[in-house]
């Protein structure tokens, strides 16, 4: 007899990756906003010299979707530290004006 709710616990999603969003976006920096319906995060990168930071891409998703994101992010940040060691933040003190990547003053 076979366990249909087990089978499909197994089941991988496939991804359909072009090449060009394969190769990644580099980002530094990311503002995140919301209003009742949605959370806004801005993926920026910040560069020496640069007066201001450059969105390169803007992720809009449900409130409920990005509880799933950060529960998903806390569970990968908690096993690459077991394999790897505590990430450390290198607080940026001579920069203050940077903003935490957790910045929710603007609402979307």
Partial sequence: MSNTKQEGAERKMQLD?????????????????HSISEFVLDFARIMPGVDS???????????????????????????YEYLHGEIDLHEDVA??????????RNEA
């Fill in 53 to 79: 930071p450059r969105v390169v891409s803007r992720v809009i998703m449900t409130p409920d979707h990005a509880k799933r994101l950060l529960l998903a992010l806390t569970e990968n940040v908690r096993r």
């Fill in 95 to 104: 920069n203050p004006e940077i903003p935490f990547v957790g910045d929710t």
């Fill in 17 to 33: 990756l072009s090449a060009e969003v394969a190769a990644g976006t580099y980002s530094n920096l990311v503002v995140i906003s």
